[in-house]
């Protein structure tokens, strides 16, 4: 295989696959933008073509074109292969055309299905009264070319006898989950009278459906929806609807916006909101947590305000809490759901929106706090919420927060949450910043580029920056690549491949302030390792002006006379 690995990353360019997805300028040899990966104002993702490298400085991600499809596509390794491998025209040794193919025909299928729906819903009789329906909801005729909404007529065998048609057999249209087998032998058509909103796995291909009822075939007796079963291509508990285009806006910890159906995704991407998903026709499982996580830790909760929203709030909340996601409610009046709103007041949408509350907030609103009882009660709904919280300081300000709203010592919750069986995470308050974190970006920079100086004129380690010590780097990267540079020099060892884009990223920088710079290499190292003394002796000077100790009082001299040193 990495024979192909090697052929694929030969005949794509990084830089050409990075710009579909990140607003790349060049900058010497290598490009920067602003990195998808995480909120920044200052670009330090960096590309490397020469090198087919990538790497941010900010969260540290990195790698070659294959680590970034899987990172930004939320993709597997062998799944990010194979899409690039189709793309460079790169035949994979381990393909099967038997499996592959019969996959791929189950594929078209469901694609051949999608545009046979749609066609009904928007070009024929039998499709009219129900695209009337949806005007009627509020949709328009744009969305529903833009989400192939379709419509399946009250009929046992339309969607068969098409099938049959292209050439797909009984067998496949099973497997496929559009038709069903009589008991007597013969197929019926699944979906029968009902709207169709096709569900895409996340690289867009249909892999399933949901059929709503029309209010003039509703006869009590079945569902007001209902799902493919599950199948070979399809999940319910790992398959996200809308989350094929949503994931293009769902970087730097945009919040995702899950909702309970088809409908309120589809009335909310009209009414503007294109960060929105709702889970397929199931309750939200960690899978499906996982599955959004890969695109941002952040998810706000706008469930129906009824008490089926409510309790699918709370059971979703609790889901995503285990999975180390921030998550907020958003909360509509009893009765009201997403797709209401857009249809009857449009411009309070984003409103709605934006005010989000925390579920703790909410849940005593619900309760009441007025009474012990009622404190109590709402106390005994948050404790499992509590519990869960996998993140120290999220479940410390959430134990903070339950401790205000019900006047109750935040050391009785902890030990009431640690009289369960399960242990629960560590509950303290919010830990302070670290002592790492770089007040001016310039500093982070000058760490950088020294580094990457270095990286390329090793021997200037022996000379010019014979003084630095790991002491001196406040990036931990910096400081582990400082101590591997050192460690290597002397045993003669390349440095070990898991810095392999972050070294890439740092001949970069270095190469930058070549371009840029009227002073030697040399010089600018001299530079370079006298600012970084300088900061660490004033940091030095600040500890132990806050001591005041008698001996701190002679070691701050100490530090100041270093400090004049270099400043001469």
């Not at 790349?24 to 670009?43: D, R, V, W």
């Not at 998903?277 to 996982?290: I, K």
């Not at 409510?310 to 009765?335: N, Q, Y």
């Not at 309760?367 to 012990?372: C, E, H, T």
């Amino acid at each position: 295989m990495s024979r192909e690995t090697e052929a694929i990353k030969e005949r794509l360019n990084i830089a050409d696959v990075v710009s579909e997805y990140v607003k790349l300028k060049q900058a010497g040899q290598s490009m920067k933008g602003l990195c998808p990966f995480h909120q920044e104002k200052t670009p330090s993702f960096i590309v490397t073509p020469r090198k087919g490298s990538w790497h941010c400085f900010g969260c540290q991600k990195g790698g070659d074109v294959i680590t970034f499809i899987q990172e930004i596509e939320g993709l597997e390794f062998p799944a990010a292969l194979k899409l690039l491998a189709d793309r460079a025209g790169v035949q994979l040794p381990d393909y099967k055309p038997q499996v592959e193919n019969r996959r791929q025909r189950l594929y078209d299928l469901l694609a051949t299905t999608t545009r046979l729906y749609h066609e009904i819903l928007m070009n024929q009789k039998a499709g009219a009264q129900a695209k009337e329906y949806l005007v009627g909801r509020g949709l328009t005729e744009k969305t529903m070319e833009e989400f192939t909404v379709g419509y399946a007529p009250h009929s046992w065998d339309t969607l068969s006898m098409w099938l049959k048609k292209k050439g797909y057999t009984e067998e496949e249209m099973v497997a496929a989950g559009m038709v069903g087998m009589k008991d007597k032998g013969g197929t019926f058509d699944r979906f029968r009278g009902r709207i169709m909103f096709p569900v895409s796995d996340t690289q867009g291909r249909v892999v399933a459906f949901g059929g709503r009822i029309v209010p003039w075939h509703e006869t009590g007796n079945e569902g007001k929806y209902v799902n493919s079963p599950e199948t070979a291509l399809y999940e319910k508990r790992r398959t996200v609807y809308n989350l094929s285009r949503a994931k293009r806006h769902l970087k730097n910890s945009t919040p995702c916006i899950v909702v309970e159906g088809y409908m309120d995704v589809v009335m909310l991407v009209q009414a503007g909101v294109e960060n929105v998903v709702a889970t397929s026709g199931t309750a939200m499982t960690d899978d499906h947590v996982a599955l959004i996580g890969r695109f941002t830790n952040v998810l706000h909760l706008a469930f129906d305000g009824d008490a089926a929203g409510w309790k699918a709030t709370i059971a979703a909340t609790s889901a995503a809490l285990a999975g180390g996601m921030r998550v907020e409610t958003i909360v509509f009046s009893d009765g009201i759901d997403p797709a209401d709103l857009v249809k009857d007041t449009p411009d309070a949408v984003q409103g709605a929106l934006a005010a989000t509350r925390p579920l703790v907030d909410v849940l005593v609103e619900r309760i009441g706090a007025g009474s012990p009882q009622q404190r109590e009660q709402a106390l005994a709904a948050l404790l499992p919420l509590l519990r869960i919280v996998r993140n120290p300081i999220e479940q410390g300000a959430m134990v903070d927060r339950v401790s205000r709203l019900l006047k109750i010592p935040d050391r009785q919750i902890v030990e009431l949450m640690q009289k369960e069986s399960a242990p629960p995470a560590i509950v303290r308050a919010a830990a302070p910043v670290q002592e790492e974190a770089f007040e001016d970006p310039r500093e982070a920079m000058l760490e950088r580029q020294l580094l990457g100086v270095l990286l390329a004129h090793p021997e200037m380690l022996a000379s010019d920056a014979a003084s630095l010590s790991s002491d001196l780097f406040l990036d931990p990267m910096c400081r582990q690549v400082y101590n591997e540079i050192q460690r290597t020099q002397q045993s003669s060892q390349s440095l070990p491949e898991q810095y392999q884009s972050f070294l890439v990223a740092l001949q970069a920088r270095a190469e930058e302030l070549a371009a840029t710079s009227s002073f030697s290499q040399q010089e600018e190292v001299r530079t370079m390792v006298r600012a970084l003394h300088r900061r660490y002796i004033r940091s030095q000077l600040h500890r132990l002006a806050q001591e005041g100790s008698p001996g701190a009082l002679v070691e701050f001299q100490i530090e100041l006379t270093k400090l004049a040193e270099i400043d001469a």
